[in-house]
């Protein structure tokens, strides 16, 4: 009985050594898991009010008796179906416009106002081909004014049959057409070139009366603009083109239509012609 009263102590004592010895190994090894539970929840903790901070920044906090860090996670988890909606705010009408009073700015040139400024010589050739050439305008002319010429033409009792009077009409058009373009080309281009200035019409600046427009627009032909001061001048380029066109279609007209009369006869011609012309640009169109 002694025997087994001693074999059970030291198998006793024996069990209480191992239960101290595991006791003592495993409670670092808790102790550390445990910290490392409440690093890991305390990150846990910081992510979720982060995430529950944006989403849900307007959300009151719980009662005094809440868990706060049990919302936060409620929030992070639900933010998504949580919605917060903001104020609205009524739209704010347009102002309104200001009407503008009806009249010409006085800061902003206006859209019919055309350039004054010199042309240089390639601009000037380029006026001249555009005016003689390149629009449908003189050639029209021509023909009309062949249709007119063969028509009150009667020297040679004309007029016979109608392929005569259209093969006559066509000479006139002809005719026309090439001192048209011979005065274009020294008015326009040479004689403007040389005495530089401005072979454009422009039309009357400022507002005035009609009989203003009338007589600035027939004294257009003995007035122009000068290249270097802007200023009015002598139509020099116009008057002498005219006159040399005059005298080259020596050339090319008729027998009887040839002599230093008919010269001056045609060049008067083409100034009232211009004077015409004038007349249109300065009531319907620009220059």
């Given at each position: 009985?002694?025997?087994?009263?001693?074999?059970?102590?030291?198998?006793?004592?024996?069990?209480?050594?191992?239960?101290?010895?595991?006791?003592?190994?495993?409670?670092?090894?808790?102790?550390?898991?445990?910290?490392?539970?409440?690093?890991?929840?305390?990150?846990?903790a910081a992510?979720?009010?982060e995430t529950?901070?944006?989403?849900?920044?307007?959300?009151?906090?719980?009662?005094?008796?809440?868990?706060?860090?049990?919302?936060?996670?409620?929030?992070?988890?639900?933010?998504?179906?949580?919605?917060?909606?903001?104020?609205?705010?009524?739209?704010?009408?347009?102002?309104?416009?200001?009407?503008?009073?009806?009249?010409?700015?006085?800061?902003?040139?206006?859209?019919?106002?055309?350039?004054?400024?010199?042309?240089?010589?390639?601009?000037?050739?380029?006026?001249?081909?555009?005016?003689?050439?390149?629009?449908?305008?003189?050639?029209?002319?021509?023909?009309?004014?062949?249709?007119?010429?063969?028509?009150?033409?009667?020297?040679?009792?004309?007029?016979m049959t109608?392929?005569?009077?259209?093969?006559?009409?066509?000479?006139?058009?002809?005719?026309?057409?090439?001192?048209?373009?011979?005065?274009?080309?020294?008015?326009?281009?040479?004689?403007?070139?040389?005495?530089?200035?401005?072979?454009?019409?422009?039309?009357?600046?400022?507002?005035?009366?009609?009989?203003?427009?009338?007589?600035?627009?027939?004294?257009?032909?003995?007035?122009?603009?000068?290249?270097?001061?802007?200023?009015?001048?002598?139509?020099?380029?116009?008057?002498?083109?005219?006159?040399?066109?005059?005298?080259?279609?020596?050339?090319?007209?008729?027998?009887?239509?040839?002599?230093?009369?008919?010269?001056?006869?045609?060049?008067?011609?083409?100034?009232?012609?211009?004077?015409?012309?004038?007349?249109?640009?300065?009531?319907?169109?620009?220059?």
């Amino acid at each position: 009985m002694v025997n087994f009263l001693r074999r059970s102590t030291k198998r006793s004592f024996v069990a209480l050594l191992l239960i101290a010895s595991l006791i003592s190994i495993a409670s670092p090894i808790v102790a550390a898991s445990e910290l490392e539970d409440k690093k890991s929840d305390s990150a846990k903790a910081a992510n979720n009010s982060e995430t529950a901070s944006t989403t849900t920044r307007d959300i009151p906090s719980s009662s005094a008796g809440g868990d706060r860090k049990t919302i936060n996670v409620a929030y992070s988890l639900f933010g998504d179906s949580i919605t917060v909606e903001s104020p609205r705010v009524a739209p704010t009408s347009p102002a309104p416009s200001v009407p503008q009073k009806s009249g010409k700015s006085s800061s902003s040139p206006s859209s019919n106002v055309v350039s004054t400024a010199p042309m240089t010589a390639g601009e000037k050739f380029n006026y001249f081909m555009k005016r003689s050439f390149l629009s449908f305008t003189p050639y029209a002319l021509s023909i009309f004014n062949g249709f007119v010429s063969e028509a009150t033409d009667n020297d040679h009792g004309r007029h016979m049959t109608a392929g005569d009077f259209m093969a006559d009409s066509m000479t006139h058009a002809v005719r026309g057409f090439t001192f048209r373009a011979t005065a274009n080309f020294f008015e326009k281009f040479a004689f403007a070139t040389v005495l530089r200035q401005d072979p454009r019409y422009h039309r009357a600046p400022g507002k005035r009366s009609v009989g203003a427009r009338v007589i600035y627009a027939t004294t257009r032909v003995f007035v122009t603009q000068g290249d270097r001061c802007g200023c009015n001048q002598f139509n020099f380029s116009f008057l002498g083109g005219g006159l040399a066109a005059s005298g080259l279609a020596e050339q090319w007209v008729r027998p009887e239509d040839r002599g230093i009369d008919r010269v001056f006869a045609r060049w008067g011609s083409h100034i009232g012609v211009r004077m015409f012309t004038n007349l249109l640009s300065e009531f319907i169109g620009g220059q």
